[in-house]
Nanobody, 122 residues
Framework: VRLVESGGGLVQPGGSLRLSCAASGYTYSNYCMGWFRQAPGKEREGVALIGSYGSTVYKDSVKGRFTISKDNAKNTLYLQMNSLKPEDTAMYYC?????????????????WGQGTQVTVSS
């Protein structure tokens, strides 16, 4: 099983990035997915989750700015991030869970990617 994130980088405040998470080695459509992030010196936190039928939930601070989506045909998860703020700076991880859809509990996720760095700075 492998999850590989991409799309991170350096962006100015107010800018946009789209993160991707390519999955392989398991039946992608049977799993629910999520994006988590960890800023330096802070605990990892959930950002956005998507269920197997496309329902979504977001961390309050990213509502209206971030959009999670997935393409089952491509086994790929996305996170469109708009109006980025310096406080969004973090390592972003995608994760997959077989049974605990739309859960914020990290220990319920079976698989994790290696992360992609997002830095928002002028």
């Amino acid at each position: 099983v492998r999850l590989v994130e991409s799309g991170g980088g350096l962006v100015q405040p107010g800018g946009s990035l789209r993160l991707s998470c390519a999955a392989s080695g398991y039946t992608y459509s049977n799993y629910c997915m999520g994006w988590f992030r960890q800023a330096p010196g802070k605990e990892r936190e959930g950002v956005a989750l998507i269920g197997s039928y496309g329902s979504t939930v977001y961390k309050d601070s990213v509502k209206g700015r971030f959009t999670i989506s997935k393409d089952n045909a491509k086994n790929t998860l996305y996170l469109q991030m708009n109006s980025l703020k310096p406080e969004d700076t973090a390592m972003y991880y995608c994760a997959a869970t077989r049974y605990w859809c739309l859960s914020w509990h990290e220990d319920r996720y079976n698989y994790w990617g290696q992360g992609t760095q997002v830095t928002v700075s002028s």
